[in-house]
C-alpha cells in the first residue's frame, strides 16, 4: 500500500456545501504524500445521487486538482450528491484510496422554488426606534420527518427557531448585501428540530442594515422603513411527500423583550417583558398581532458563496479596575469585534446594569470619542426570577474595554468573556519573526482583518460608519488573501460591486460597497478606490487560480478601467482641481483635512490608470479574449506619467515616497530611469528620517519599491521604526490592531483629535504582504500556487522569520535563520507543485519538486543604513 491519501474534496470556495447556489460546481482536493516531488497523473471522480447509480468521470489523465469541472448532470434544486475522488501519482504505482465522502447539496436554484411570503410584525406606536419583533406560527406534522431543510432571509437582520430550539450558529443573518440587487438566502437542515404532532415555528427580527442606522449621517431606513421575514421550512416524509410551511398572513407578531436592537448603539433587553416558550406549541399567542404582508423580489435571492457570520472564540477578563472618576472598568487584553456575554446574578426586578464599550483608554476613562454617534451600550433589566446568563443577539462592538455600571453585587472576571464576532473564513497564513515587535504587528494585522471582516470588509467595526470602502480593500487583497481564505467572501462583495457599478452608477465604481448616498461629494471615479473592481478580482486569480471569478468580474473590470480613462480625457490629463481621496492620511495631511497629501492626486491617479489597464490586459489573455486597447491604453499613461512626472534621469516631480514607489512598482519608468529613481527613493526615506511619509495608497508599496530598487537595508530601517509615524510606533504604545492613523494615540495617551479616529481599521496593514513575500520569502509564483516562489531577504535587525500558507495544493512553509553570515533555510513544497528557490547569496534559483528542503549558505546580509549625524530632528518632522 502507498501512503498516498486524498483529502475529503471542496466544493467552489465554501466552507460546508449546504445550499449552494452553483448547479455544477467546481471541486477541488489535496492530495498528501510522502514522495518527494510527487506530481498527480491522473484522477477519478465520483458522484452518487441519492437513488440510482453513480456518474465517474472515469480515469481522467489529468494533474489538475484545483477547480475541476463538474462534468456530472447539474444538480436540480434541493438535490444532493456524494463526491469523492481517488488520484494516481509519479513515484506510486497505485491510486490513492477514494476520499471519504463529501455531500452537496443544492439550494432553491429557480424564483419558482419559492412559495413563502414577506411578512412583516405589527408593533405597537409606542415600540421605539429599534425594537426588535418576535413572529411565530404553529404546525402540525402528521408523518415522520426523514429530512428537513429551513430556506430563510430577512430584511434586517433574523434568528429562527424550531420548538423553542435556536436554528444553526450564524450571527447576524442574512448580513449586508446590496438589497436592491442581492438578498442572501440561508439554508438549514433543521432534521432534529422538528418531528410528528405539533410544532411552532418563529422568527426573532430586528432592523440590522436594512432599516436600522447606518453610516455617519444619522440617518436611517436606507432600504426600506420596516423589517420583515421570508422563510420556507420543507419537510421530507417516508412516503416521498413534502410538507411546506411559510411565512404568510397566518403568522403573528409582537414586540421582542429587546426593546433596542441596533449594530451601532447596542441593546435593552428587559428580561421581565420575556415570553417564555414563545417559540414553542400550545403558547397562547392570542394577544398577538397579525402579521402584514410585505414586497420581496424572488428573483434577488442568492444563495451564500462564502461562510457566515459566527461566534469564533471566546476571551476572558484581564483586568477589572477602577478608573479615576471611580468606574469600574474591565479590560480584555485585545481590541476585537463581537460583544459580551454575561452571567448576571440573582437581583430585584428592575434592577439595570449598564455596559459601555471602547477600544482605548484616555487617561484611565472609557474613549468613547472616536465611537462619535455610536452609543455602543447594552441595557440589561433583570426580571428578580433568578441568575442567567445573556448575550445580545443583533448587535457587534469594536471593543477592547467595558465599562460596566448597575452590576448587583461585585463583579468578578468569572462574570462576564467577550465573544468574538466575524466571518468564519478559514486560516491559511502565519508569519512570525525574530523581532517580537514585528511578529506583534502582523498579529495585529491579522486582529484587525478578523474584526473588520464583518460579512463585508469594513474600513472600522466601532463606530457610526463601518462601510465597505473599496480603497481600504484594494490595497489589503494580497495581505488578506494569504491570512485567510477570503475568496467565496469576497466573490460575494464583488458582485455586489458589479450590480451597483453597472446598474446604478453607469461604470462608476463607488467608494464603498454596499453604497448608500450620504456624502456631500458626487460619485466620481475615484483612483485607488474605483480600482478595486481591477485589483481584487485580480489578487484572488493570482492566490487562487480561479480564472472563473475574472470572467464573472470581466465587465465591471473593463467598464471600470474606461470611466476611469474617460475622466482623465483623450489626453490622459486628469484636470487639475476637483476632489479626490488621492493618497488618503498622508503624514502630513492635518488631522481635519486627511486628503492633503504630498503627493497630488492627478499624479497618483495616472499611474494607477497604467497599473489598472496594464491587468486587465493580462487579465483578458488569461480569459482569452483581446486585450491589445487597455495595453495600449496602459503603455499611453504610462508615457504621460512620465512626461508629466518624471525627469529624463528618474526625478519625480513630487519628492514623496508615494510618487517614487508609484513610478517604480507600476512599472511607468524607462530602463534607464529605475536605477537612478530607486537611489531617489531612499534617499527621500532617508530625508524623511525612516518614517512613514505616505497615504493608503503609498505606504503598501514603499518596502517593496526599495527591495527591487537594491535598498533592502533602507527597507528593513523603514519596517523597524519605532518613532512616530511607522508601523511599530502603535505597537510600542500598546496596540493591539491596526489604527487608521499612525499617531490615533498620541504619546501622554491622548486620543487624536481628528473626527476621523479608528484604532481597527486594517488598510495601513497591507505591509504584511511584504512580511510574507520578502521577509519571510514566500509567495506564488503561478496563479494559484502551482508554482512557488521561495524568495527570503534577510536584512538587518532580523535574524530569523517564518511563514505558512495553505495553498491549494497544500501546506507551504519557509523557515530561515541568519547567524552572521550563516544562512539556513528549510522549506516545505506541498504536493502536486514545484517551487523555485531564490537564495539570499545570490546564486541561481534552484527548481525544486514536493517534500521537504534544507539549504545552508554563506551571506552578506546588507548593515544598517548609515545616518549622516545630526540628520533628523524627529518632533520637528512631525
Known amino acids: 500500500m502507498s501512503d498516498l491519501t486524498v483529502l475529503p474534496v471542496t466544493v467552489e470556495h465554501h ?23 510527487w506530481r498527480q497523473t491522473a484522477y477519478e471522480l465520483e458522484i452518487e445521487p441519492a437513488d440510482g447509480p453513480a456518474w465517474s468521470s472515469g480515469r481522467v489523465d489529468s494533474d489538475g486538482s484545483v477547480l475541476v469541472p463538474w462534468g456530472a448532470p447539474p444538480l436540480a434544486s434541493r438535490e444532493r450528491r456524494a463526491v469523492r475522488v481517488r488520484v494516481w501519482g509519479e513515484g506510486v504505482g497505485e491510486p490513492s484510496a477514494w476520499s471519504e465522502d463529501v455531500v452537496v447539496e443544492a439550494g432553491l436554484l429557480d424564483p419558482a422554488d419559492w412559495t413563502a411570503t414577506l411578512v412583516r410584525p405589527v408593533l405597537p406606536a409606542d415600540a421605539g426606534d429599534e425594537p426588535a419583533a418576535l413572529l411565530r406560527r404553529e404546525f402540525v406534522l402528521d408523518r415522520p420527518v426523514v429530512r428537513a431543510r429551513l430556506y430563510a432571509t430577512a430584511q434586517g437582520v433574523y434568528e429562527a427557531e424550531l420548538n423553542g430550539a435556536v436554528v444553526g450558529d450564524e450571527v447576524l443573518a442574512p448580513g449586508w448585501t446590496s438589497y436592491t440587487h442581492r438578498l442572501r438566502y ?263 482583518m478578523r474584526g473588520n471582516f464583518l460579512d463585508v470588509p469594513t474600513d472600522c467595526p466601532q463606530r457610526d460608519e463601518r462601510l465597505g470602502w473599496t480603497g481600504d480593500l484594494q490595497v489589503f487583497a494580497p495581505t488578506a488573501s494569504f491570512l485567510y481564505d477570503t475568496t467565496g467572501m469576497l466573490r460575494s462583495w464583488l458582485a455586489d460591486l458589479a450590480a451597483e457599478q453597472l446598474t446604478d452608477h453607469d461604470g462608476i ?150 510618487a517614487y514607489a508609484l513610478a517604480l512598482e507600476f512599472d511607468l519608468l524607462l530602463p534607464e530611469q529605475r536605477e537612478h529613481t530607486g537611489r531617489l527613493l531612499a534617499e527621500q526615506v532617508l530625508k524623511d528620517g525612516f518614517h512613514i511619509a505616505s497615504g493608503f495608497l503609498g505606504t503598501p508599496l514603499v518596502t517593496d519599491a526599495l527591495t527591487n530598487a537594491g535598498e533592502l537595508a533602507t527597507a528593513y530601517e523603514l519596517l523597524l521604526q519605532r518613532e512616530n509615524p511607522s508601523w511599530l510606533y502603535p505597537v510600542t504604545m500598546g496596540a493591539t490592531t491596526i489604527w487608521e492613523r499612525w499617531d490615533s494615540m498620541l504619546p501622554d495617551g491622548t486620543i487624536n483629535p481628528g473626527d476621523m479616529t479608528s484604532f481597527n481599521h486594517y488598510a495601513l496593514g497591507a505591509v504584511a504582504d511584504w512580511l510574507h513575500r520578502t521577509v519571510a520569502g514566500l509567495a506564488p509564483a503561478a496563479p494559484g500556487y502551482r508554482r512557488i516562489r521561495v524568495a527570503p531577504r534577510p536584512g538587518p535587525g532580523i535574524t530569523s522569520a517564518a511563514a505558512t500558507h495553505e495553498t491549494p495544493y497544500g501546506t507551504a512553509s519557509v523557515s530561515w535563520t541568519v547567524d552572521g553570515a550563516a544562512f539556513a533555510l528549510q522549506v516545505v513544497v506541498p504536493p502536486n507543485t514545484t517551487a523555485e528557490i531564490a537564495l539570499p547569496d545570490g546564486s541561481e534559483p534552484v527548481e525544486v519538486g514536493s517534500g521537504r528542503h534544507s539549504f545552508t549558505r554563506d551571506v552578506v546580509v546588507p548593515p544598517p543604513v548609515e545616518k549622516p549625524a545630526l540628520f533628523f530632528d524627529a518632533e520637528a518632522h512631525q
Open 15 to 37: 466552507r460546508e456545501p449546504l445550499g449552494i447556489g452553483e448547479p455544477a460546481p467546481r471541486l477541488s482536493w489535496v492530495a498528501r504524500t510522502d514522495v518527494d516531488g
Open 509 to 658: 465604481v463607488p467608494m464603498y460597497v454596499p453604497y448608500i448616498p450620504m456624502l456631500p461629494i458626487p460619485l466620481q471615479a475615484d483612483v485607488g478606490w474605483g480600482d478595486a473592481a481591477v485589483v481584487v478580482p485580480w489578487v484572488l486569480y493570482q492566490r487562487t487560480g480561479d480564472a472563473g471569478l475574472l470572467a464573472d468580474q470581466w465587465e465591471s473590470m473593463t467598464r471600470w478601467v474606461e470611466v476611469f480613462a474617460a475622466r482623465a480625457g483623450d489626453g490622459l490629463d486628469f484636470p487639475e482641481g476637483g476632489f479626490s481621496f488621492g493618497d488618503w492620511l498622508d503624514t502630513a495631511a492635518p488631522p481635519d483635512n486627511p486628503a492633503a497629501a504630498r503627493t497630488a492626486w492627478q499624479c497618483v491617479a495616472t499611474a494607477y490608470l497604467a497599473r489598472s489597464a496594464r491587468t486587465l490586459a493580462q487579465a483578458a489573455e488569461v480569459l482569452g479574449r483581446d486585450g491589445a486597447r487597455f495595453a495600449d491604453l496602459a503603455e499611453r499613461a504610462a508615457a504621460r506619467f512620465r512626461a508629466e512626472y518624471v525627469t529624463p534621469t528618474g526625478r519625480v516631480a513630487y519628492p514623496s515616497q508615494t
Open 186 to 448: 440561508q439554508t438549514h437542515d433543521v432534521t432534529g428540530l422538528v418531528h410528528e404532532g405539533a410544532n411552532a415555528f418563529g422568527v426573532h427580527l430586528a432592523d440590522g442594515w436594512y432599516t436600522g442606522f447606518l453610516g455617519f449621517t444619522g440617518k436611517r431606513d436606507w432600504y426600506g422603513d420596516r423589517t420583515g421575514a421570508f422563510a420556507q421550512l420543507e419537510v421530507e416524509h417516508p412516503d416521498g411527500s413534502r410538507t411546506v410551511v411559510s411565512t404568510d398572513d397566518t403568522w403573528r407578531s409582537a414586540p421582542s423583550p429587546l426593546t433596542r436592537a441596533g449594530l451601532y448603539n447596542g441593546e435593552t433587553f428587559d428580561a421581565r417583558r420575556e415570553l417564555p416558550g414563545w417559540s414553542q406549541p400550545a403558547f397562547d399567542d392570542s394577544g398577538w398581532t397579525p402579521v402584514e404582508p410585505g414586497t420581496l423580489e424572488v428573483t434577488t435571492l442568492v444563495a451564500p458563496t462564502g461562510p457566515p457570520v459566527r461566534r469564533t472564540e471566546i476571551l476572558p477578563v484581564r483586568e477589572i479596575s477602577t478608573s479615576p472618576s471611580g468606574r469600574t472598568l474591565v479590560d480584555f487584553g485585545q481590541n476585537l469585534v463581537g460583544r459580551l456575554r454575561l452571567s448576571l446574578p440573582d437581583a430585584p426586578a428592575g434592577t439595570e446594569v449598564t455596559v459601555r464599550h471602547a477600544e482605548v483608554l484616555e487617561h484611565g476613562e472609557l474613549g468613547t470619542r472616536p465611537l462619535r454617534a455610536a452609543d455602543a451600550t447594552e441595557v440589561i433589566v433583570l426580571d428578580g426570577a433568578g441568575p442567567r446568563t445573556w448575550e445580545p443577539r443583533f448587535t457587534f462592538h469594536g471593543f477592547r474595554y467595558a465599562e460596566v455600571s448597575g452590576w448587583p453585587g461585585e463583579l468578578t472576571a468569572d462574570s462576564l468573556e467577550a465573544v468574538v464576532l466575524h466571518t468564519d473564513l478559514r486560516r491559511t497564513g502565519t508569519f512570525s519573526c525574530s523581532d517580537a515587535d514585528v511578529t506583534r504587528l502582523h498579529e495585529n494585522v491579522v486582529w484587525g
